[in-house]
Antibody, heavy 121, light 106 residues
Framework: QVQVVESGGGVVQPGRSLRLSCAAS????????MHWVRQAPGKGLEWVTL????????YYADSVRGRFTISRDNSKNTLYLQMNSLGAEDTAVYYC??????????????WGQGTMVTVSS | DIQMTQSPSTLSASVGDRVTITCRAS??????LAWYQQKPGKAPKLLIS???SLESGVPSRFSGSGSGTEFTLTISSLQPDDFATYYC????????FGQGTKVEIK
């Protein structure tokens, strides 16, 4: 079945880096644009970044631009999020998400279970 | 950037009630709007896309309407499983979520 599974979360000190992974299965990963969405504790959903199916086009929320980098390895069916210069405001559950169509302009009907990132000294 | 504003933030209702949640966009998004349901500790679940298209497997008591800048999600008869937080999302220009509406037991 269609599935994405995030990993790599944990506790990290302010200013440090962390890389999240998202392993996809059950669909043709290489034809799907992929997103990261995050949710701070007790807060709403925030779109973070998108990467096109071929890795060429990338878009970022203002809150992470210049600090986070999205990438993918289609040979491994895996999406990544490199997070640098982390701050307390980055503490959140990070979800990997996509659309059934693979298109940018579509609702997110593929979600992982999320991985928790806690930025704390 | 397109801002999405949901109202109310919290809604207290009883089983069997008709419930309506409103979502307003800061500029026209045509019908590029989705509604999600999220329960504590779980990922969001897509209910409705393109403002009014019900996803497969979603109960028919859920419906969506609107276009342009004003949208609504209606639950015709609230069931115990529907107590959750609901989010709207625009995908016309980038992707933006509303702040959420928590539907709680009255």
């Amino acid at each position: 079945q269609v599935q994405v599974v995030e990993s790599g979360g944990g506790v990290v000190q302010p200013g440090r880096s962390l890389r999240l992974s998202c392993a996809a299965s059950g669909f043709t990963f290489s034809t799907h644009a992929m997103h990261w969405v995050r949710q701070a504790p007790g807060k709403g959903l925030e779109w973070v970044t998108l990467i096109s199916y071929d890795g060429i086009n990338k878009y970022y929320a203002d809150s992470v631009r210049g600090r986070f980098t999205i990438s993918r390895d289609n040979s491994k069916n895996t999406l990544y999020l490199q997070m640098n210069s982390l701050g307390a405001e980055d503490t959140a559950v990070y979800y990997c998400a996509s659309t059934d169509s693979g298109s940018y302009r579509d609702a997110f009907d593929i979600w992982g279970q999320g991985t928790m990132v806690t930025v704390s000294s | 950037d397109i801002q999405m504003t949901q109202s109310p933030s919290t809604l207290s209702a009883s089983v069997g009630d008709r419930v309506t949640i409103t979502c307003r966009a800061s500029q026209s998004i045509s019908s590029w709007l989705a509604w999600y349901q999220q329960k504590p500790g779980k990922a969001p679940k897509l209910l409705i896309s393109k403002a009014s298209s019900l996803e497969s497997g979603v109960p028919s008591r859920f419906s969506g309407s609107g276009s342009g800048t004003e949208f609504t999600l209606t639950i015709s008869s609230l069931q115990p499983d529907d107590f959750a937080t609901y989010y709207c999302q625009q995908y016309n220009t980038y992707w933006t979520f509303g702040q959420g509406t928590k539907v709680e037991i009255k």
